[in-house]
Every structure is written in C-alpha cells, then in structure tokens.
T-cell receptor, first 116, second 113 residues
Framework: DAGVIQSPRHEVTEMGQEVTLRCKPI?????LFWYRQTMMRGLELLIY????????DSGMPEDRFSAKMPNASFSTLKIQPSEPRDSAVYFC??????????????FGEGSRLTVL | AQSVTQLDSHVSVSEGTPVLLRCNYS??????LFWYVQHPNKGLQLLLK??????LVKGINGFEAEFKKSETSFHLTKPSAHMSDAAEYFC???????????FGSGTRLLVRP
C-alpha cells in the first residue's frame, strides 16, 4: 500500500515567492497533520484536519501560511510570501483515528524547503 | 502541561552491544507515550506505544520500552544494536485520546562497526 505521499521532496526558492507543498494521505485515514521540523525548534504541529475540516491551526506561524484540504485525498500548505526563516522540512502525516486518537501517525518523507 | 526530556542528544554504541535511549516525561494526566524513529531523509515511523496497558512495551525491530511511573521514565532499549538502527529517535507524550503529540528533542543513535 502506498504511504503518505508528499511533493515536492525538495524546493529551493527566493524570498518573496509563493510556495505550495502537497500531500496525499493514506486512503481511509480521516486525520491529517502538517508538521515543520527545524534544528532550532524540532517538530512543531502547524495544523490538524479531521474529516477535511481544520480543527486546530494554532501552530500556523502567521498569516503568510495557509492550508487547505478540499477532499479526503489531498491537502496543500501554502506560504506566501516566503521568507528565509521558513526554511525547514515540512511533514504531512495521516492517521486512521475515527473519533479516538491513538497517536499513531503515518508520516510522509517530507518536503525540504530552502528559501534564499 | 506535558513535556518530554530526552537526556542524551547523541548516543554511540558498537554493533552487537545494548542500546539505551533515555526519556523522562511530565504529565498531569495518565499519559500515552511513544517512541518514533527517523532515518536520514525519511519521515518518522512509530516504533512502539504505551497506553496504560502492560508497562513493558515491545515494538518493531527488537526495541522495547518500560513505563515507570515512579520515575516518570520511558526509556527505550534493545539488547543488540544493528547498523541499520542508526537513526534519530524521538520520545513523544500525549493525553490519551488527544491529537496533540509533544515531541522530545531527539536522540541521534550512532552504531559503530
């Protein structure tokens, strides 16, 4: 079975450009998470969707960040405009939680973003 | 508030020797505890989890962890390290039935031939 699929795996862009990261969760999983990993701050939860609805976006750094989940098989994380401090690895994870969170997340391989 | 502390940022062992990665937690509630592993340039993978059943939890690839409430610890062990175990390991805590996972800072395990 395919796992969580993220694209692109690597993105290098210049400050001020728009960046869109994409995620396809595992089929049948109804919870989706976006995390950011940096050396300084470790793993941070950015946003959590349940049944395609954003439940908690308190981790989104600022208005430059937005996330959508138009259907059960696709989510995007957009940064506009991007800044050098946004450089990080962004992970998407999904979970088969159905009203009862087990903490078992299935992670994609991440999108490494470098903003020059 | 919940938190986890991974006591070692780096651990180095020889292949075939035991592995011990230390984790202490703080939680106001009965916690769920996890260990996740991250191989280079890969996503995180669940190794094992504790959710108030047996205190000794067995995971994949020969790893296990013991929940010790009196010591607020959840250390990860393996009797014999393999080269493929070289990775970063994260101790994680959450409230039971909560979607919010609190990740430790990670311990990088190096396995020497």
């Amino acid at each position: 079975d395919a796992g969580v699929i993220q694209s692109p795996r690597h993105e290098v862009t210049e400050m001020g450009q728009e960046v869109t990261l994409r995620c396809k969760p595992i089929s049948g999983h109804n919870s989706l998470f976006w995390y950011r990993q940096t050396m300084m701050r470790g793993l941070e939860l950015l946003i959590y969707f349940n049944n395609n609805v954003p439940i908690d976006d308190s981790g989104m750094p600022e208005d430059r960040f937005s996330a959508k989940m138009p259907n059960a098989s696709f989510s995007t994380l957009k940064i506009q405009p991007s800044e050098p401090r946004d450089s990080a690895v962004y992970f998407c994870a999904s979970s088969p939680d159905h009203g009862r969170h087990t903490g078992e997340l299935f992670f994609g391989e991440g999108s490494r973003l470098t903003v020059l | 508030a919940q938190s986890v502390t991974q006591l070692d940022s780096h651990v180095s062992v020889s292949e075939g020797t035991p592995v011990l990665l230390r984790c202490n937690y703080s939680s106001s509630y009965s916690p769920s505890l996890f260990w996740y592993v991250q191989h280079p340039n890969k996503g995180l993978q669940l190794l094992l989890k504790y959710t108030s059943a047996a205190t000794l939890v067995k995971g994949i690839n020969g790893f296990e962890a013991e929940f010790k409430k009196s010591e607020t610890s959840f250390h990860l062990t393996k009797p014999s390290a393999h080269m493929s175990d070289a990775a970063e390991y994260f101790c994680v805590v959450s409230d039971q039935s909560s979607y919010k996972l609190i990740f430790g800072s990670g311990t990088r395990l190096l396995v020497r031939p």
